[in-house]
């Protein structure tokens, strides 16, 4: 078994080694509740989040959600499907392009660019999409897939 894991990083890894070019997707609609839950997480009790009036107002137009809840479903999507179980952020390098407002529905991406075999790492590019298409959040990332046993 040592010598496995010496020859082949992702062993033990239980979804094992993702393929460069697999793609994973979620989609959420937001909600007042994902920033009144963000707000008890952080504290973040921004204007531009509960304000109607004054966001109405903003060069946003309308409420706007959390950085934290646009790019809260990558986190989703490379804990729960890409890479999988076990896998927790190193380095982010994300830019917000576009606010994403209450009740719209996002949808994250995430799509292996690198892998390395001798140890459960990845490179992944992220990018967060609104209904009608646009980019909201754009970057990549590197990813360590814990191994773990059942």
Same mark, same amino acid.
């Given at each position: 078994m040592v010598d496995e894991i010496i020859k082949d990083g992702w062993a033990g890894v239980i979804?094992? $080694? ?7 997707? *979620? ?28 966001? *109405? +107002?903003?060069?946003? +137009? !309308? ?8 790019? +809260? ?5 490379v804990a729960e499907d890409l890479p999988g179980p076990g896998t927790v952020f190193l380095e ?5 392009? !576009?606010?994403? +407002?209450?009740?719209? $529905? ?43 046993? *059942?």
């Amino acid at each position: 078994m040592v010598d496995e894991i010496i020859k082949d990083g992702w062993a033990g890894v239980i979804a094992g $080694r993702p393929e460069v070019g697999a793609v994973a997707e *979620r989609s959420h609609r937001t909600s007042m509740r994902d920033i009144e839950a963000f707000t008890e997480i952080t504290g973040d009790r921004n204007p531009l989040h509960y304000d109607e009036a004054l966001a *109405r +107002g903003s060069m946003f +137009g !309308k409420l706007i959600v959390q950085g934290g809840v646009t790019s +809260g479903i990558l986190n989703a999507i490379v804990a729960e499907d890409l890479p999988g179980p076990g896998t927790v952020f190193l380095e982010v390098n994300w830019s917000f392009l !576009k606010a994403v +407002g209450v009740d719209e $529905r996002i949808t994250g991406r995430v799509e292996i660019l690198t892998v390395r075999p001798d140890k459960p790492i990845c490179t992944i590019a992220t990018s967060v999409r609104n209904e009608a298409g646009d980019v909201c959040l754009k970057g990549n990332a590197t990813v360590y897939t814990v191994p773990l046993k *059942r």
